[in-house]
């Protein structure tokens, strides 16, 4: 109950806000707009993002554990980075850092299984990793994605994922992926499909995986 009234009045501050924020990138106000985001940030969550900037992703996520609220502070403060990300990008600043840092911080947020309306942020997500080079994924954030997928029912893209790992020689995938089509094979077969896998597959990606491990 106080994750949930925590983040209704967080949501409506964060409405405020981004409003402002959305005018002024309409007038191309962009250092308006990165103002009004740090003031906020300092306001509803209790951080500068001076220092977040330079902070990598665990830090931040350790800092958000300081509080009861965890997985409020991760989301507003997820939210907060991909605007931030937003007005980086549109002021011809470098952006890649503060989206990885928002990513990290919506999957942590998502699966602490505290937020009530989880499925509400996975556009916002998906469309982060699509932004995220290939390149700057460690392996933490790669295996926090494919928990991601597998959460939010994306049983397909964490199954890419896990093959696209396994081809780089990731040895630590191994055993993951085979926790992973293990659960799977307790999901029906509906919710298999509606995760764009058939239980045909899940088991014949099983048996590959087995005889690599082998």
């Given at each position: 109950m106080l994750q949930r009234d925590y983040l209704m009045r967080m949501t409506e501050m964060l409405t405020a806000v981004?409003?402002?924020v959305m005018f002024n990138k309409e007038i191309k106000n962009y250092e308006e707009a990165e103002k009004e985001i740090e003031t906020a940030a300092k306001t509803i969550v209790g951080l500068d993002l001076r220092i977040i900037n330079i902070l990598n992703p665990q830090d931040i996520i350790q800092l958000m554990k300081t509080s009861d609220l965890y997985a409020g502070r991760c989301l507003?403060?997820?939210e907060l980075l991909k605007e931030y990300a937003d007005v980086h990008e549109l002021n011809g600043k470098d952006n890649s850092s503060i989206i990885l840092k928002s990513l990290n911080l919506y999957i942590e947020?998502?699966?602490s299984k505290e937020l009530p309306e989880p499925e509400k942020y996975y556009s916002k997500i998906n469309e982060l990793i699509s932004f995220i080079a290939e390149s700057d994924l460690q392996d933490d954030l790669n295996f926090k994605i494919i928990d991601y997928y597998e959460f939010s029912g994306q049983y397909s893209k964490a199954e890419d994922m896990i093959f696209e790992l396994i081809e780089n020689n990731n040895k630590d995938i191994i055993d993951r992926s085979v926790s992973f089509y293990k659960k799977l094979l307790h999901r029906t077969d509906e919710e298999?499909?509606?995760?764009?896998?058939?239980r045909e597959e899940v088991n014949d990606a099983l048996d590959e995986i087995l005889k690599i491990k082998d």
């Open positions: 981004i409003a402002k507003v403060s997820a947020a998502i699966l298999l499909e509606s995760g764009n896998l058939s």
